[in-house]
């Protein structure tokens, strides 16, 4: 009974939205905010990308997430994220008490200073779809704008905001929390800020290729890096362990085979973890993929388990051997962006700003991340993969270190 009424709550929402001028699809994003790096946290249709530590029941309908009334509902984000913009659209009851919390642990516990980390979900009377556009630095909510969006034009409102002097800050990464009842969300958004830039779009100044391959890196009169030629490697001279890493790429050539490598090993060729391209998807679920369990806590090998994906040769987004793409979110000849969240033993990617890959690394810890989890911070790299007829460019590198101020110390 109570799952049907959070059901209807959120079908009779659907109906008024439908009365209205049609929007925009939601849980999507325009080719302008790909662009710019923004990635959907929710997709519409699943929790991929989330985790309910108290186990509540949350109802997907239309388009719309709202947490069943059995239980206040707890959903977490399986990635953590530091300096970023936060927008999502929300509607509630009136005496709901629903938030939304940032720089939260994974279990969705509040960090220090848990009011200043605080979204209280207030619609200001509206009665309809409500905005919220939320700045975070370092975990804290710095500064927060409701946005009406009922058939009624509103001003935005700003809401004061407990700002924490920067002496005092417990400067880090964290997981974001929807929790309460009463409530419903959509469009829910994030786009990194304050990355640091790895190409120049000029030259290869902080690059280095591997010597003795037969790959071609240069930089075209566009401003991309373009690779052709056979197997290669070009790495960053800086490494990072974890960070959220973003780039923009097009495929020239049929399913084109090339990677993003990231924690490589230093002075070694293309031996690091793998964030796959290769556009090349079936219909249907044809490939078949041996997929190894292990336990969380001992990291021992449980068992391992074939499942079939509509993935070539994992497909973009993948994180190659390991996890899979779930589906095909770009196409060759066309620029896609892809994000690469990686933060301890859990590795996230999105293609287009749709999550492809949502997988933690439970092996035990090795120097090699062919053999176990690696934790040590290595180069990022561009792969050049043996088949000469690869050729494929790159632009907009950047990269934010999600490590913490206390970590960076020596």
């Not at 929300?90 to 516990?109: D, I, T, Y």
């Not at 030259?203 to 566009?222: C, I, R």
């Not at 373009?226 to 290669?232: I, K, N, S």
């Not at 790495?235 to 973003?246: R, S, Y």
Request: net charge neutral; aromatic share 8%.
């Amino acid at each position: 009974m109570r799952r049907l009424l959070s059901l209807c709550l959120v079908l009779s929402l659907a109906a008024s939205a439908r009365a209205a001028d049609a929007p925009p699809k939601p849980n999507t994003l325009t080719p302008k905010e790909i662009a710019d790096g923004w990635i959907l946290l929710w997709d519409g249709e699943t929790t991929f990308g989330w985790r309910s530590p108290n186990d509540s029941k949350w109802t997907i309908a239309e388009g719309m997430l709202a947490p069943q009334t059995d239980k206040p509902g707890l959903l977490v984000t399986t990635s953590p994220f530091k300096d970023y913009e936060l927008v999502f659209d929300f509607q509630r009851k009136p005496q709901s008490k629903a938030v939304v919390s940032v720089g939260c642990g994974a279990e969705g516990e509040p960090g220090a200073d848990a009011d200043a980390r605080t979204v209280k979900l207030q619609d200001f009377g509206s009665g309809g779809w409500t905005r919220a556009e939320v700045e975070v630095k370092g975990g804290y909510a710095q500064g927060k704008v409701y946005r009406p969006l009922g058939a009624t034009l509103q001003a935005p409102r700003g809401v004061p905001t407990r700002l924490i002097p920067d002496d005092k800050r417990h400067d880090k990464s964290g997981n974001i929390v929807l929790s309460g009842s009463g409530v419903v969300f959509r469009n829910i958004k994030l786009i990194p800020l304050h990355a640091k830039l790895l190409f120049n779009g000029k030259d290869l100044s902080g690059w280095k290729e591997f010597p003795g391959k037969k790959s071609k890196f240069n930089v075209t009169k566009d401003g991309n890096i373009h690779l052709e030629g056979g197997p290669g490697d070009l790495q960053t001279e800086g490494q990072w362990a974890d960070f959220v890493l973003q780039l923009d790429c097009i495929s020239n050539g049929d399913h084109c085979n090339s990677g993003v490598f990231f924690r490589c090993i230093p002075a070694e060729f293309e031996n690091g973890y793998e964030a796959q391209i290769r556009n090349e998807f079936t219909a249907a679920p044809k490939q078949e993929y041996n997929i190894e369990e292990y336990d969380p806590k001992t990291h021992e090998l449980k068992g391992e388990k074939k499942e079939k994906y509509t993935a070539v040769d994992y497909g973009t987004g993948a994180i190659y051997r390991r996890a899979p793409a779930r589906k095909e979110l770009s196409k060759d000849r066309q620029w896609f962006g892809m994000t690469i969240v990686a933060s301890g033993r859990h590795i996230a990617t999105w293609v287009n700003g749709v999550q492809a890959v949502d997988w933690t690394d439970e092996r035990p810890t090795a120097d090699n991340p062919r053999k176990g989890c690696r934790l040590e911070k290595g180069a990022i790299s561009l792969q050049g993969h043996e088949a000469a007829v690869e050729d494929l460019d790159f632009r907009n590198i950047r990269i934010q270190d999600l490590t913490t101020t206390e970590e960076k110390k020596p």
